[in-house]
């Protein structure tokens, strides 16, 4: 929005002739400010009501209200959560900054608003589960968040936020689990069926021997193992980093000249298969007469095994070469943790991975999180179960 000041010259113009203007544009902040929102409604009765001390009347329907009978309004609520897991503000700082506006409102009060919307969207949430886990190519991360633990004071545990990434729809979506096993993801992904792409722990490898799963593993994780060995064997590391290097940049041509999958598909067996078969031959050569403790014994010792997998990339244009945009979905939690910390229940922590998904969907699609959360509140209400799906960030 441009609020426009108009500076007339102090001296008299009078019988001048207007030639131009100069225009300064000044970026300028109106702090945000509490306010009352008062609904008045009128009652209204016929003079016959008045006559018989019927009192019955018609009076406006209230609008739904995000939390029946709650004070906050959807915009509240929703900065609220924008402050929380966009902006990493724990909520004691959004109390001291209530305070500043001569609002007060307690922990207990902004944890029962969350809990509030945290129920109202479990739907949406839900929904936003089945339409990742439909998808033919997902990428999956887990990173670990501290957790409060009941039944020991002041101690915590070490719980999982469990990713899964859409790269062709741009979703994300986060699962909370007590622990890193297999058991969570198993369960989740019992059904799901196409490309599975992870870095290299045990668990994915399990999972994806299923038939109806092909496993693609991520070549940044690759590289980072003879980037580690930069400091011990130059020559070699140096050697496989600039293969790397060559396969991204085939991936950098593709993705700034757009290509479309199936070009993508074309230009990865052109270019991208040569080097692949000639970097993998020189990774099994190095293996044998590399010391198996060395760090470049260690770098082409994670290759070998993982081989196919790190090249099955190559079998679809729609598929990334490694599992990057995964992991960039996983810095917000990262970020978080650095603020609060841990969370306080096991509740807490589920709370936390439904709203990183949303906004983490949010960001990958260019959409504010601020006015879609706010949107979103208005009228999930009254909003059609089937049809929730029109209200998931997009």
């Known amino acids: 929005p441009v609020e426009e000041i108009i500076l007339e010259p102090k001296e008299d113009t009078t019988g001048m002739k207007c030639i131009g203007r100069e225009i300064t544009d000044q970026l300028e902040l109106v702090p945000a400010k509490l306010y009352i929102k008062r609904y ?5 009765i016929t003079p016959q009501d008045d006559e018989s001390l019927n009192h019955k009347g018609i009076i406006a329907e209230l609008p739904v209200f995000p939390i029946e009978k709650g004070i906050a309004g959807s915009g509240l609520l929703a900065q609220v959560m924008i402050d929380k897991f966009v902006d990493h503000l724990p909520i004691y700082r959004q109390i001291e900054r209530f305070k500043r506006e001569r609002v007060k409102i307690s922990s207990s009060t902004i944890n029962g608003w969350q809990e509030s919307i945290c129920n109202l969207l479990e739907p949406l949430y839900d929904t936003l589960k089945r339409r990742v886990l439909a998808q033919g190519y997902l990428q999956v991360d887990e990173t670990p968040i501290q957790v409060l633990d009941k039944n020991k004071k002041g101690k915590t545990h070490r719980g999982y936020h469990w990713l899964y990434y859409s790269p062709l729809e741009k979703t994300v979506f986060f699962d909370y689990q007590h622990g890193r096993s297999r058991a969570g993801p198993s369960k989740l992904l019992k059904n799901f069926s196409g490309y599975l792409q992870s870095d290299g722990y045990a668990v994915y490898d399990i999972i994806a021997k299923r038939e109806s799963i092909t496993h693609l593993n991520c070549i940044a994780h690759a590289r980072r193992e003879f980037e580690k060995a930069l400091a011990y064997d130059k020559p070699k590391a140096e050697y496989a980093m600039d293969m790397f290097q060559k396969l991204y940049a085939i991936e950098a041509k593709a993705r700034e000249e757009n290509f479309s999958p199936e070009q993508r598909y074309e230009l990865r067996l052109d270019k991208s298969l040569p080097l692949l ?7 099994v050569e190095t293996y044998k007469t590399a010391l198996p403790k060395s760090p470049i014994g260690k770098a082409t010792a994670y290759c070998i095994p993982r081989w196919d997998k790190l090249t099955n990339y190559l079998h679809d244009g729609s598929l990334e070469i490694d599992n990057n945009l995964a992991e960039n979905s996983i810095r917000p ?3 978080g943790r650095k603020n609060y910390l841990f969370a306080g229940s ?11 998904s949303f906004f983490g969907t949010c960001k990958k699609n260019d959409v504010n999180p601020f006015e879609w959360l706010r949107k979103v509140l208005e009228v999930i209400p009254e909003h059609k179960a089937n049809k929730l799906h029109e209200l998931l960030p997009k």
């Open 346 to 356: 096991a509740r807490g922590a589920e709370r936390a991975a439904m709203f990183y």
């Open 277 to 283: 078969n000639e970097l993998g031959k020189w990774v």
């Open 333 to 335: 939690i990262t970020l």
């Open 40 to 44: 008045i409604r009128p009652k209204y």
